[in-house]
Antibody
Framework: EVQLVESGGGLVKPGGSLRLSCAAS????????MNWVRQAPGKGLEWVSS????????YYADSVKGRFTISRDTAKNSVYLQMNSLRAEDTAVYYC?????????????WGQGTLVTVSS | QSVLTQPPSVSEAPRQRVTISCSGS????????VNWYQQLPGKAPKLLIY???LLPSGVSDRFSGSKSGTSASLAISGLQSEDEADYYC???????????FGGGTRLTVL
């Protein structure tokens, strides 16, 4: 059974940093691109970042480029999101999502999410 | 302002059929597959329809998807109270590196 479990969310002051983790299980981790998608309170979904299976291809939404860094550790079956220079508008639930085997942009499994609150 | 446009809400009675529209452009829906996600209250999104009209294993065949040009639709037949959720369309956009989402449609089963 595919499982994605996020952790690392919390309350942080504007300008601060936070590192999110996503532990994956139930599939061959290196074969899949992984993504982060966020959802601000009461709002819709926004794609944040993606990383290919071997970390060759990494992409970011313009809204986080230069501030967030995605990475993965195959030995730990985990993907991470380092978030720096956080702003109030980064407040959201952050979901880890697996992209399908074909890398089509289809997110076939999602974690339960972790809440990040940026506030003074 | 979302790249893909969905109605904010729809409502229909139990056992009836409802459709949710998703409008885009030639750089996203017009040139790429559309996916639909269902988000039950307080839960994570779940893949509902992929590649325009395909159902993942375990998804009820009461759900169906279609696409024409730069628009797509999600249809739900035989509405049940458990279908009350937010529904999001999504598609790759040729000018971006990640998928774009619609603003979401809240379905109320009356």
């Amino acid at each position: 059974e595919v499982q994605l479990v996020e952790s690392g969310g919390g309350l942080v002051k504007p300008g601060g940093s936070l590192r999110l983790s996503c532990a994956a299980s139930g599939f061959t981790f290196i074969n899949y691109s992984m993504n982060w998608v966020r959802q601000a309170p009461g709002k819709g979904l926004e794609w944040v970042s993606s990383i290919s299976g071997t970390s060759t291809y990494i992409y970011y939404a313009d809204s986080v480029k230069g501030r967030f860094t995605i990475s993965r550790d195959t030995a730990k079956n985990s993907v991470y999101l380092q978030m720096n220079s956080l702003r109030a508008e980064d407040t959201a639930v952050y979901y880890c999502a697996r992209e399908d085997y074909y890398g089509s942009g289809t997110f076939d499994y999602w974690g339960q999410g972790t809440l990040v609150t940026v506030s003074s | 302002q979302s790249v893909l446009t969905q109605p904010p809400s729809v409502s229909e009675a139990p056992r009836q059929r409802v459709t949710i529209s998703c409008s885009g452009s030639s750089s996203n829906i017009g040139n790429n597959a559309v996916n639909w996600y269902q988000q039950l209250p307080g839960k994570a999104p779940k893949l509902l329809i992929y590649s325009d009209d395909l159902l993942p294993s375990g998804v009820s065949d009461r759900f169906s998807g279609s696409k024409s040009g730069t628009s797509a639709s999600l249809a739900i037949s035989g509405l049940q109270s458990e279908d009350e959720a937010d529904y999001y369309c999504a598609a790759r956009d040729d000018s971006l590196k990640g998928p774009v989402f619609g603003g979401g449609t809240r379905l109320t089963v009356l």
